[in-house]
Nanobody, 130 residues
Framework: QVQLVESGGGLVQPGGSLRLSCVGS????????IGWFRQFPGKGREGVGC????????AYANSAERRFAISKDNIKDTAYLQITRLNLEDTAVYYC???????????????????????WGQGTQVTVSS
């Protein structure tokens, strides 16, 4: 069955960096766009960005800053979210998700909407604290 597993979260000091990973299995990873979201305590999920099926053309939500970088390695069936210059407001659970239509570019759909995805990982906690 389709599975997405995030990892790489943890406790980080302000100003630090993290690279989160999202490993896909049970489907042809290189055929699907992957989105990244985060959820703050007590709030709904917020879109961070998306990477198109082939691993090019990342797209970012308006709220995402230049501190975020999304990439995809279709050989390793893994998508990545790199976050630099972490601050306290980045504390959240980070999720990856799969867009259901194969061979999609992020520009083909509303990549910042969680309804655009059919499978989700369990999330990885990122805590920024000194």
């Amino acid at each position: 069955q389709v599975q997405l597993v995030e990892s790489g979260g943890g406790l980080v000091q302000p100003g630090g960096s993290l690279r989160l990973s999202c490993v896909g299995s049970g489907f042809k990873f290189d055929r699907y766009a992957i989105g990244w979201f985060r959820q703050f305590p007590g709030k709904g999920r917020e879109g961070v960005g998306c990477i198109s099926f082939g691993g090019a053309n990342p797209a970012y939500a308006n709220s995402a800053e230049r501190r975020f970088a999304i990439s995809k390695d279709n050989i390793k069936d893994t998508a990545y979210l790199q976050i630099t210059r972490l601050n306290l407001e980045d504390t959240a659970v980070y999720y990856c998700a799969r867009h259901p239509r194969p061979y999609s570019y992020c520009s083909d759909f509303d990549f910042g909407s969680d309804s655009a995805y059919d499978h989700w990982g369990q999330g990885t906690q990122v805590t920024v604290s000194s």
